[in-house]
């Protein structure tokens, strides 16, 4: 792949033009979460400062964040500006977020200056993950797919908690849906993203008695 292709939200205003100079082809779609996707396993959310702000106070941030986690291997946060996060907030509740983010969340954040400088980050990480690591970019929708492996993989990642990512990773341990559904808690916890509590979970909806 020598061309980088690059999905940006279709909610996303006047970033496209910063990408011309990268000669990269960028596509705007309606994306169910994030504001750009650069490969099958890395998503990237913008936040201006203010608008990480006002995402801590109406709770949007964490919903967002958990939702990335959940679709997406490596998700990542963008915050753009100049202007200090600190002001209309406690700083204690700034570094709370920050700390939850990383620690508790595992998503890495990069800050950048301006629109300009987010396109030119988004952009390398895109480059690194398409060419470098010839990883492929392709717009995740709900259309059930025509390929046996394709369907395995619907099928597993309808089970609660079970990105297309982690659906591979179940699949390629266990090799069949079949060893996944009757497989033990303590069995799924071996599957890489696969904790406790999502194992717990996956074993009730199996396990429990339809109503």
């Known amino acids: 792949m020598d061309r980088v ?25 309606m994306l169910l979460c994030a504001d750009f996707l650069v490969s099958d396993r890395v998503c990237i959310e ?8 006002k ?11 958990r939702k990335m986690k959940e679709d997406f291997e490596k ?31 595992g998503v890495p954040i990069i800050w950048t200056r301006d629109m300009a400088d987010t396109a030119g980050i988004v952009y390398w990480i895109a480059r690194r993950e398409q060419v470098m690591e010839k990883r492929e970019n392709v717009l995740r929708n709900k ?39 009757n497989a033990s808690e303590e069995e799924l916890r071996k599957v890489k993203g696969i904790g406790k509590k999502i194992a717990k979970e996956i074993r009730k909806v199996i396990e429990k008695k339809y109503r």
């Open 5 to 29: 292709i690059i999905f940006v939200d279709s909610r996303e205003n006047n970033i496209g033009e910063y990408f011309k100079q990268y000669g990269c082809e960028v596509q705007r779609k």
């Open 46 to 53: 913008r936040k201006t400062v203010s608008d990480f702000k």
């Open 55 to 65: 995402s801590i106070t109406d709770k949007r941030l964490f919903q967002q964040l």
């Open 75 to 105: 998700p990542i946060l963008i915050i753009e500006g100049k202007e200090s996060l600190y002001g209309t907030l406690q700083p204690n509740i700034i570094r709370g977020a920050l700390s939850s983010i990383t620690v508790d969340l």
């Open 143 to 181: 259309k059930v797919p025509t390929t046996i492996g394709g369907k395995q993989e619907y099928l597993v990642s309808s089970l609660p908690s079970i990105s297309a990512v982690r659906a591979k990773a179940l699949l390629e341990h266990f090799k069949t849906p079949e060893n996944i559904f």
